[in-house]
Nanobody
């Protein structure tokens, strides 16, 4: 049974930065690609970013490209999302995810419980 624990959310002003963390239960997740999704109030869940364990290949949604950076620490079995130049429209619950797909079609099998990011104007 795998487990993803996401954290790091909080309240920030527009233009500010925040780093989210995703702790995995171990190397069992190496068979999956990792990523982040988000869901804003009253809206559907949307893909944010993805990364591979082996080569560190990344993929970003157009809405966050150039502002967000996904990374991983293989030794710690952890994934991060550095969010810069935050906008009010980035406000959402962010979920760490693991799946056998890629990009927007990550097809998550495992999900974190979510961490709330609120960007004020």
């Amino acid at each position: 049974q795998g487990q993803l624990v996401d954290s790091g959310g909080g309240l920030v002003q527009a233009g500010g930065s925040l780093r989210l963390s995703c702790a995995t239960s171990g190397r069992t997740f190496r068979m999956y690609n990792m990523g982040w999704f988000r869901q804003a109030p009253g809206k559907e869940r949307e893909f944010v970013s993805a990364i591979t364990w082996s080569t560190g290949i990344t993929y970003y949604a157009d809405s966050v490209k150039g502002r967000f950076t996904i990374s991983r620490d293989n030794a710690k079995n952890a994934v991060y999302l550095q969010m810069n130049s935050l906008k009010p429209e980035d406000t959402a619950v962010y979920y760490c995810a693991a799946g056998a797909g890629w990009g927007k079609d990550l097809n998550p099998r495992y999900w974190g419980k979510g961490t709330l990011v609120t960007v004020s104007s």
